[in-house]
């Protein structure tokens, strides 16, 4: 299934008592050429071989880096200029952060919930509220507490618990907020989870918590157990790609590459997972600060949107956070190796006031 919608969120305001979330639709064919153009066919030629090894790639990306750094001229950022729409929701949100997560058969429903932490030296001492935005009902409505049977569709991130959605079981539309049971001393003594995954038949989530292992929790019973001391090759979330039974993030040894692993085939981090692929050129710019990188699959065919969200200091006087998206397409050769197939990147500024919080 392909995405109608992909959504960006935008923190709006830095002054306590003045800060919202917006969200704005972004189309995903805009990031592609089409299948029968020339400049499709041209950036297949350019895509090359798949590098060997992550090592190889990793050196070569290093290499990259080390020739801009000798640049005498600041390189012009990649990408075709572009603004983004009207946000079609406004999230107030004046003292606290807010986490959002995606979600529904159609990928377009949004959870928005409130952290549980110290903000503004305001202490949220209740549950964070929550919220589910239905954007083709354009509808908002509170997520209550559980109490009936638990549907888990929905995961936490960065060092939030993990929560879920569950569902009425005499109603489709009535869902509830969830949080699962706590998670294993990792996670209780601070550490956040470097890295996630949630394969594709739903019933387990794979994280591994820094210099801790990788574990894993049953979404029904919310139990947790350690699979290995050895963390998963990838940092933050992985996307699943059903069509080619493999899942695809950013490896942990160097963020600007892009690979695929076979997390089945080495049973969620239980044995080394070798990459199956591994492609690079997604560098932040020379002068840029990384604040965020996310990797969405679109569907279609193994379309993804690579979404890098940066701070650019050119000078003490011109400063400014962009947004870059990326298409890339990944096909199977008739040998059986994959080809990454990168299409059109745009790019979106902001202001001081404005900034670009995530890409889902």
């Not at 503004?120 to 209740?126: G, M």
């Not at 009425?168 to 869902?175: F, G």
């Not at 387990?204 to 139990?223: D, K, L, P």
């Amino acid at each position: 299934m392909s995405r109608r919608f992909l959504y960006m969120v935008l923190q709006d305001g830095r002054v306590p008592g003045a800060r919202s979330y917006t969200l704005h639709r972004i189309g995903p064919s805009l990031l592609f050429y089409p299948k029968d153009s020339p400049e499709r066919a041209a950036a297949a030629a350019a895509s090359g071989a798949t590098a060997t090894t992550m090592e190889a790639a990793a050196a070569a990306a290093a290499a990259a880096r080390a020739r801009e750094r000798a640049m005498w001229r600041e390189p012009e950022i990649a990408g075709e200029k572009a603004l983004l729409e009207r946000p079609v929701m406004t999230f107030p949100s004046p003292y606290v952060y807010m986490d959002f997560a995606l979600t529904g058969r159609r990928k377009d429903q949004i959870v928005a919930s409130e952290r549980r932490d110290f903000q503004y030296r305001f202490e949220v001492r209740t549950p964070g509220r929550a919220v589910l935005y239905d954007d083709a009902s354009q509808s908002v409505r509170d997520l209550t507490s559980p109490e009936r049977e638990d549907v888990p569709l929905a995961a936490g991130e960065d060092e939030t618990p993990v929560r879920g959605l569950i569902r009425e079981p005499a109603c489709r539309h009535d869902w509830h907020w969830y949080t699962y049971p706590p998670s294993p001393p990792p996670y209780q003594s601070g550490d956040a989870y470097g890295a996630y995954a949630a394969p594709v038949d739903g019933w387990h989530i794979w994280a591994s918590a820094r210099g801790h292992g990788t574990y894993s929790m049953h979404t029904v019973t919310g139990e947790w157990s350690k699979l290995t001391d050895r963390a998963l090759p990838f940092q933050g979330r992985a996307a699943c790609a059903p069509e080619h039974g493999l899942w695809f993030s950013f490896p942990a040894v160097d963020s600007s590459l892009l690979a695929a692993w076979d997390l089945h085939a080495s049973g969620g981090g239980a044995a080394a997972a070798p990459a199956r692929g591994v492609w690079e050129s997604f560098r932040v710019p020379r002068r840029s600060w990384n604040l965020k990188s996310h990797l969405v699959h679109l569907g279609d065919g193994g379309r993804f949107c690579v979404a890098r969200l940066f701070r650019n200091d050119i000078s003490w006087s011109e400063r400014f956070k962009l947004a870059v998206l990326t298409g890339v397409e990944v096909e199977r050769c008739d040998g059986g190796e994959l080809l990454m197939i990168k299409h059109r990147s745009f790019k979106y500024r902001f202001d001081d006031e404005k900034y670009p919080h995530l890409v889902l």
